[in-house]
């Protein structure tokens, strides 16, 4: 089993429609990071979270500590959002280092 | 535009030969990170490089080695190359601290004949 999981791992949506990823993890993080990477390779920063919830345009993540789990929304998904979505943690190796774990991405198609 | 530059972006190498994959990190960041992302998948960590010391690995053998300059450019150095090395590599910079934020370059795609 990955110490990261995403779900789904493939999702198709309707423009308009109101998306959610999904990211659990099973090992302690000190960071949680939202990343999205659209053909050609480039990653792109969207969130980084340690608590709480951040909103930032018509994206909308939450991580929830206790359960070990984040989610990412999309509001009103159009189809420049269409990219693979990448959870990634930061998880504590010893005193002053860490890793890196990714889940292996979500890939999103938003229809016109 | 992170600030985050790779160089090559691509390139062709043969098994056994030897690789070195540069990364200027953006203005201000002194922690630079490297990953391997193979087709259809999520990247894997290498390695983490601060203040030109590895604070951080994640399961690469030691054929994986790396460099962080005074400056924070880093370079990813892979010897004795394999088919499954054929992969993407990226970096990303950061500024030291519990939550850095991670500014991902474009990547150098690597294949291996």
């Known amino acids: 089993k990955n110490e990261v999981e995403q779900s789904p791992q493939n999702l198709t949506a309707q423009e308009g429609e109101f998306i959610t990823i999904n990211c659990s993890y099973s090992v302690g993080i000190s960071a949680l990071h939202w990343l999205q990477q659209h053909p050609g390779g480039g990653i792109v920063s969207l969130f980084m979270l340690s608590s709480g919830k951040k909103k930032h345009g018509r994206l909308i993540a939450t991580i929830n500590i206790q359960e070990k789990h984040s989610s990412l929304h999309i509001t009103a998904s159009h189809p420049r959002d269409s990219a693979v979505y990448i959870c990634?943690?930061?998880?504590?190796?010893?005193?002053?280092?860490?890793?890196?774990?990714f889940g292996t991405g979500t890939r999103l198609k938003v229809l016109a | 535009e992170t600030g985050v530059t790779q160089s090559p972006t691509h390139l062709i190498k043969t098994r056994g030969q030897q690789v070195t994959l540069r990364c200027s990190s953006q203005s201000g960041h002194n922690t630079v990170s490297w990953y391997q992302q193979a087709l259809g998948q999520g990247p894997q960590f290498i390695f983490q490089y601060y203040r030109e010391e590895e604070n951080g690995r994640g399961n690469f053998p030691p054929r994986f080695s790396g460099l962080q300059f005074p400056n924070y450019s880093s370079e990813l150095n892979v010897n004795a190359l394999e088919l499954d090395d054929s992969a993407l590599y990226l970096c990303?910079?950061?500024?030291?601290?519990?939550?850095?934020?991670?500014?991902f370059g474009e990547g150098s795609r690597l294949t291996v004949l």
């Open positions: 990303a910079s950061s500024f030291r601290g519990d939550t850095g934020e991670l500014f």
């Open positions: 990634a943690v930061r998880s504590f190796l010893g005193p002053g280092t860490y890793k890196y774990i």
